[in-house]
């Protein structure tokens, strides 16, 4: 993703600017400012910010670190949106990363990394995280199609992406939690849903920061191998949690990979190489 | 000393004792990279040099940030009214976007609350030596420079440290440009420049001359529509009065689909001119003198009530004025008018009082620089100017642009040399280069830039300086 040419000149962004919606933004604040920087937390296609709301919020808080989450629009408790694209949710996490007090670390989930991915070419993150990542392109569709042909299918055609009970969650979350979760689901709009495969790869991060990759080689929506090579793309190796479901802040599980996150922002990781 | 920041910035570490030429100690900043002023330019430059890896001094005279926008500044230039005339995609930086419910036309208390903000959000006041000002900027051995400062006002001794580079951010729309006229010095009535005036208030009731057409003045006539007795408007030649909004979008989004479109200029003045034409109409219908050029040729004014009250009556547009009088005023057409208060709304001139005039480039000492961008000084590489520009836009994007570009140059000139020596070569030939079409002689056209032409050549600067990977 480097040595791309720095695209300065943005008519089209400027002269049709992302219609403002309503946001539904969730945060768990520390008792005590340690002078941590925030997290942003960006749920994937079909969550809102109550999948992290149930564990990782309050234990992010917890060890000091203030913690959101957004709902993209048309997601959660944020404003409905049929109309939305990739770039609408892009500048959902924008807009909230660039009204927090101070420089955000953004974490992605599932498609919630690839908003994160267009996200950081606008906004320079202090870090980035993308937890089983869905980067996008027909490779994902493929996996997607093997693993899950009946909810996956009907996408193409515009219908919803229904992902199981089984793909989110692993045999130790108790089954009335993944019930309870899968019940909660609803759906990114069809024209996000259709460049997730097709659009336009992100353009170069601005300001370089360092991006960690994890999650779970038995995740039944990203094989493993998306994940060493979405990592790749950042200079790195993924971080994986075996045994987990896709769905690694809902995980019987959830406390290891939060844990690994917050390990690693303390380590203070620096900057990504120059360019 | 320098008073203590409102962050209590702790005083540069000394690393070596140097002197100057005339023997003054100087404290050797090393690397660091020292920032002119904390308006929108100084800001988005250390940002920008602080991301790049750089350790930065910033000065500034002031005991705040937003420079222009801060209204309680001595020498800020807004009144109670403004706001912006570039809609809010076109003036935000790239990677930091205003509020996406505000207005599309922000008022100035939003811009500073912006920039304050801009300056939390990324650990800027750290940097910044507030109530400091720059009063020299000498260069030394090895493309290094010597700044010296003072608190403002004078007080307190100089202080010189040593830097790897200088970024220039004082701004230019802060020193007025004030016209001589004949019989000025007898004319009883109050005249003062636009840059002292604030508040409606100044203007009630009173019978007032606004001279000049630029967006200060425009905005002030509109405003003498509504509280003074008589309102009369000045200018000197014929303008495109642009309304801020055209088939109800912001004005510079319409313009920019066009440009996107790479829709060529005669075509974009073409097109502008059938829908001023269509919506605003007949200027000359309204008494106003025919414009002297194509729109683009002169700064765009974006002002959307200016001709309503013309129509209304509360405006009369009048020529040149030709001199004063002890109770009146002549105009170039012979007519006599009689206010009590004349605002000049004729602009601003750069100002480097630091800097040698030669520094520059500007020879011949008439106080316009002579750079490449408008920002990169020939046979000075470890100088720039931030935010010397005039754009058809806004401006803040641009310096963003300038400010990296500045950052990768530095950082070039440590890793690859060759890289930085191409680059100054570069610098040297084009010096003077334009990025604007056509614009009509004047001091306020000095620094007018077409914001894509510039964005372009930015780019291709920045492309060319790294090489193709
Ligand atoms: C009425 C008005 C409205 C405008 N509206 C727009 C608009 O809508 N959109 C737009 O893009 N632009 C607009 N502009 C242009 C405006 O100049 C820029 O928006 C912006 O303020 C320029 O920022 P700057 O940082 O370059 O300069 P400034 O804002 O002038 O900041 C320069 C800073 O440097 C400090 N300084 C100067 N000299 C020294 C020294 N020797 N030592 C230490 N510190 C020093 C000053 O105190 C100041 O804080 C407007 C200008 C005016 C006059
Ligand atoms: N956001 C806003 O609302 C806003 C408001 C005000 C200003 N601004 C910006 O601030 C900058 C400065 O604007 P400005 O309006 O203060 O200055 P300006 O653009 O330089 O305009 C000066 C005006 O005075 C006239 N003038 C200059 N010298 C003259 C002379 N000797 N005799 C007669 N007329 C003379 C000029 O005429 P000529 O054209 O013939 O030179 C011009 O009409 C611009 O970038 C502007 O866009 C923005």
């Known amino acids: 993703m480097n040595g791309e040419r720095v695209r300065m000149l943005r008519g089209w962004e400027w002269a049709r600017p992302v219609r403002p919606v309503r946001r539904e933004v969730l945060s768990v604040l520390p008792e005590l400012e340690e002078g941590q920087p925030p997290l942003l937390f960006v749920p994937g296609f079909g969550h809102g910010a109550w999948a992290y709301a149930e564990h990782w919020l309050g234990h992010t808080a917890a060890r000091g670190f203030p913690a959101y989450a957004v709902s993209l629009r048309g997601h959660g408790g944020s404003e409905p949106a049929p109309e939305a694209t990739l770039r609408a949710y892009a500048h959902d996490v924008v807009q909230v990363a660039a009204g927090l007090p101070r420089q955000a670390v953004l974490v992605g989930h599932g498609a919630g990394a690839l908003v994160v991915a267009h996200a950081l070419a606008r906004y320079p993150a202090r870090a980035a995280v993308l937890v089983a990542p869905v980067l996008g392109g027909w490779a994902t569709f493929g996996a997607a199609l093997r693993r899950n042909p009946l909810g996956t299918l009907p996408a193409v055609f515009g219908g919803g992406l229904r992902l199981s009970r089984r793909q989110l969650f692993s045999r130790e979350t108790p089954d009335a939690d993944a019930r309870r979760h899968a019940a909660r689901l609803g759906r990114a709009a069809r024209r996000a849903q259709w460049q997730l495969l097709t659009g336009a790869d992100p353009e170069p991060a601005v300001g370089r920061p360092p991006v960690l990759v994890l999650g779970s080689p038995d995740d039944r929506v990203v094989p493993a191998s998306a994940l060493t090579r979405a990592a790749r793309r950042y200079g790195s190796a993924p971080l994986l949690f075996p045994g987990m479901g896709h769905d690694l802040m809902l995980d019987a599980r959830w406390r290891e990979p939060i844990d690994a996150i917050l390990d690693w922002l303390v380590k203070d990781p620096t900057r990504g190489e120059v360019p | ?469």
């Open chain 2, 1 to 469: 000393m320098p008073t203590p920041t409102e962050h209590g910035r702790p005083d540069p570490e000394t690393t070596a004792l140097a002197h100057s030429r005339d023997g003054r100690p100087v404290s050797d900043r090393g690397d660091t990279i020292c920032v002119i002023g904390a308006g929108a330019s100084g800001l988005t430059a250390i940002k920008n040099l602080v991301e790049h890896g750089f350790g930065v001094d910033c000065y500034e005279r002031e005991t705040g940030v937003g420079g222009a926008w801060n209204w309680r500044h001595d020498r800020s230039p807004v009144y109670a009214s403004t706001h912006l005339i570039s809609s809010r995609p076109f003036t935000q930086f790239p990677d930091f976007p205003m509020p996406d419910d505000w207005p599309d036309y922000p008022h100035h208390s939003q811009l500073l609350s912006y920039f304050e903000r801009y300056a939390d959000h990324f650990d800027l006041r750290r940097h910044i030596w507030f109530g400091t000002e720059v009063v020299r900027v000498e260069p030394v051995a090895d493309d290094r420079w010597d700044v010296t400062t003072r608190s403002t006002g004078g007080y307190g001794p100089e202080r010189t440290s040593r830097y790897a580079a200088v970024l220039i951010a004082n701004g230019h729309n802060w020193s007025p440009k004030l016209p001589r006229y004949e019989g000025l010095e007898q004319f009883r009535g109050e005249v003062m420049h636009a840059s002292s005036y604030k508040d409606p208030a100044q203007l009630r009731g009173k019978r007032v001359l606004v001279v000049g057409a630029g967006n200060t003045g425009c905005d002030i006539a509109v405003e003498a529509a509504q509280q003074a007795s008589r309102c009369w408007h000045s200018t000197r030649r014929g303008y495109w009065y642009a309304p801020k909004y055209v088939l109800g979008r912001p004005a510079d989004q319409v313009n920019d689909t066009l440009l996107a479109l790479r829709v060529p200029l005669r075509l974009r003045q073409w097109l502008y001119h059938r829908t001023l034409r269509l919506t605003v109409g007949d200027l000359t219908r309204f008494g106003l003198p025919k414009p002297d050029h194509r729109v683009y040729e002169t700064h765009p004014i974006a002002n959307s009530q200016l001709v309503y009250h013309v129509g209304h009556g509360a405006i009369t547009p009048v020529p040149d004025v030709a001199r004063f009088e002890s109770h009146s005023v002549e105009l170039a057409d012979g007519r006599r008018i009689d206010p009590e208060l004349v605002v000049f709304a004729t602009g601003y001139l750069p100002r480097f009082e630091f800097l040698e005039a030669k520094v520059l480039g500007d020879d011949e000492g008439v106080g316009r620089p002579r750079l490449w961008l408008n920002a990169f000084v020939p046979e000075h590489p470890t100088l720039a100017v931030a935010g010397l520009l005039q754009p058809d836009s806004g401006l803040f994007p641009l310096v963003h642009w300038q400010a990296v570009l500045f950052a990768r140059l530095l950082r070039l000139r440590a890793t690859r040399p060759e890289r930085a020596a191409a680059f100054a070569a570069r610098v040297r030939s084009g010096a003077g280069e334009r990025y604007s079409g056509p614009v009509k002689d004047s001091t306020r056209h000095w620094f007018e830039v077409g914001h894509a032409d510039y964005l372009r050549a930015l780019e291709r600067a920045l492309h060319d300086l790294e090489g193709a990977k």
